[in-house]
């Protein structure tokens, strides 16, 4: 199984802010099939990345994946409002998929 | 418009069984793999359960096989649940969610989720 870790678990930013999002793998996600998922309260996840670096549709250019083999960033260049949520990492290489921890985005 | 409404949840004893059902519309439902994440209250996304699109392959996660069982019915483009032996732990958020194929795609639409509670 890959184990999939995430950090920090909390990050406090204000809006205007530059987000850095961490996800480590426990082994090299094959072919880098990792993904990024924003998940508001009440809400079902929605994919924000895939492939480790390729928005997915509808995602905002501010938004930005990068990392391969074990170690993966999510980065948001300039927070929106609508943008603090919890974000989760999630490998699709395997056919055991397994999701990160999570990373809450909250407000400063 | 790609839909997945589930259905289903419910409270139930430590003990029971639940069937949840997904309904799915707007988008090729034969062609694709189908999934199960669920999320406890206040917790993180756990995958349970895929199979593919002719239901050729099942996985499940440790953590439910042997009490879960996935199924599909892609002439009324559903996918179901089958919950035995239902664990307190097992309380969450059920979520249905497709990818093209397994593995090799990600979760690109989910649906709103059904709650299920397991209490005596």
């Known amino acids: 199984e890959v184990v999939l870790t995430q950090s920090p678990g909390i990050l406090s930013l204000s809006p205007g802010e530059r987000a850095t999002l961490s996800c480590t793998a426990s082994?090299?996600?094959?072919?880098?099939?990792l993904a990024w998922y924003q998940q508001k309260p009440g809400q079902a996840p929605r994919l924000l990345i895939s492939?480790?670096?390729s928005r997915a549709t509808g995602i905002p250019d501010r938004f930005s994946g990068s990392g391969s083999g074990t170690d993966f960033t999510l980065t948001i260049s300039r927070l929106e409002p609508e943008d603090f949520a919890v974000y989760y990492c999630?490998?699709?290489?395997?056919?055991?998929?397994?999701f990160g921890p999570g990373t809450k985005v909250d407000f400063k | 418009e790609v839909q997945l409404v589930e259905s289903g949840g419910g409270l139930v004893k430590p003990g029971g069984s639940l069937r949840l059902s997904c309904a799915a519309s707007g988008f090729t439902f034969s062609v694709y793999s189908m999934t199960w994440v669920r999320q406890a209250p206040g917790k993180g996304l756990e995958w349970i359960s895929s199979a593919t699109s002719s239901s050729n392959y099942i996985y499940y996660a440790d953590s439910v096989k042997g009490r879960f069982t996935i199924s599909r019915d892609n002439a009324k483009n559903s996918l179901y649940l089958q919950m035995d032996s239902l664990r307190a732990e097992d309380s969450a958020v059920y979520y249905c969610?497709?990818?093209?194929?397994?593995?090799?795609?990600?979760?690109?639409?989910w649906g709103q989720g059904t709650l299920v509670t397991v209490s005596s």
């Open positions: 492939g480790a670096s």
């Open positions: 969610a497709r990818c093209l194929v397994i593995p090799d795609a990600p979760l690109d639409s």
């Open positions: 082994q090299s996600v094959r072919r880098n099939y």
């Open positions: 999630q490998q699709y290489g395997t056919s055991l998929f397994t």
